[in-house]
C-alpha cells in the first residue's frame, strides 16, 4: 500500500516553454502532497505544501507564479514549470500523506521526475 | 530553529563489515526521526522510522538505527554491507507542527566488495 507515482520520469524541454509534472497516489487518498526539487548531490527541499480543494503553501523563496501546483482532486496534484530555464533543471520530487495510515504524519515519495531544460 | 545534521559526506566500508551512518537532530519537542535510500535517479526509499517506543528500530533490508534523546542523535547502522548498500541515505526529522519534513544534506555511502 501506499504507492506514489510520478509522470513523467523524466523530461527534456526549450528553454521557455511550460512542463507540467503529475503526481499521484495510487492506492489511498492524498489530503496533502508535498513538492520536492533536489539539486545533483545535494539535498531535498520542500518547495511547496499542496492540500486538496485549495491553495498551495509554498516555502521561502519559491516563485509561485513560476510553479503552479494544482491539487484538484484527493489522488492527484500537479507541479507546472512555467516559462522554463535551464537553471530549472533538477530532480522534483512528490511526497503524499495518507491520513489512514498507522501515522498520519508519515510522506509516502514517488519515484521523482528529472527535468532537464536546454 | 529544527534542523538535521549528516556530518559525513561520504562513509566507505568494505562489504561484510558493519556500517553506521551518523546523524544528529535539533528540535522542539518529541521528535519522528526518519531514515531513507535514494539510488540513483530514483526517488526516496523509506528504511525505518522512530516515533517513540524502543530506542532501537529496525527497518527494511537489515537496517536498523538507535534512537539516543541525550546525545539527540539517530545514527543508522548495519553488522554487515553488501555492495548493493551503496547508495544516498538521508535522515530527516519532521518538523512545522510535524507537518513538513527536514532531510539531513545525504551521506553517500560506498561498499567496497
Known amino acids: 500500500g501506499a504507492v506514489v507515482s510520478q509522470h513523467p520520469s523524466w523530461v527534456i524541454c526549450k528553454s521557455g516553454t511550460s512542463v507540467k509534472i503529475e503526481c499521484r497516489s495510487l492506492d489511498f487518498q492524498a489530503t496533502t502532497m508535498f513538492w520536492y526539487r533536489q539539486f545533483p548531490k545535494q539535498s531535498l527541499m520542500l518547495m511547496a505544501t499542496s492540500n486538496e480543494g485549495s491553495k498551495a503553501t509554498y516555502e521561502q523563496g519559491v516563485e509561485k507564479d513560476k510553479f503552479l501546483i494544482n491539487h484538484a482532486s484527493l489522488t492527484l496534484s500537479t507541479l507546472t514549470v512555467t516559462s522554463a530555464h535551464p537553471e530549472d533543471s533538477s530532480f522534483y520530487i512528490c511526497?503524499?500523506?495518507?491520513?489512514?495510515?498507522?501515522?498520519?504524519?508519515?510522506?509516502?515519495f514517488g519515484p521523482g521526475t528529472r527535468l532537464t531544460v536546454l | 530553529a529544527q534542523s538535521v545534521a549528516q556530518p559525513e559526506d561520504q562513509v566507505n566500508v568494505a562489504e561484510g563489515n558493519p556500517l553506521t551512518v551518523k546523524c544528529t537532530y535539533s528540535?522542539?519537542?518529541?521528535?519522528?526521526l526518519f531514515w531513507y535510500v535514494q539510488y540513483p535517479n530514483r526517488g526516496l526509499q523509506f528504511l525505518l522510522k522512530?516515533?517513540?517506543?524502543?530506542?532501537l528500530v529496525k527497518g527494511s533490508y537489515g537496517f536498523e538505527a538507535e534512537f539516543n534523546k541525550s546525545q539527540t542523535s539517530f545514527h543508522l547502522k548495519k553488522p554487515s554491507a553488501l555492495v548493493s548498500d551503496s547508495a544516498l541515505y538521508f535522515c530527516?526529522?519532521?518538523?512545522?507542527?510535524?507537518?513538513?519534513?527536514?532531510f539531513g544534506a545525504g551521506t553517500r555511502l560506498a561498499v567496497h566488495p
Open positions: 511526497s503524499a500523506r495518507d491520513p489512514m495510515s498507522g501515522n498520519p504524519n508519515e510522506q509516502f
Open positions: 522512530y516515533i517513540t517506543g524502543d530506542n
Open positions: 530527516a526529522v519532521l518538523s512545522g507542527g510535524y507537518n513538513k519534513l527536514i
Open positions: 528540535v522542539s519537542g518529541n521528535p519522528y
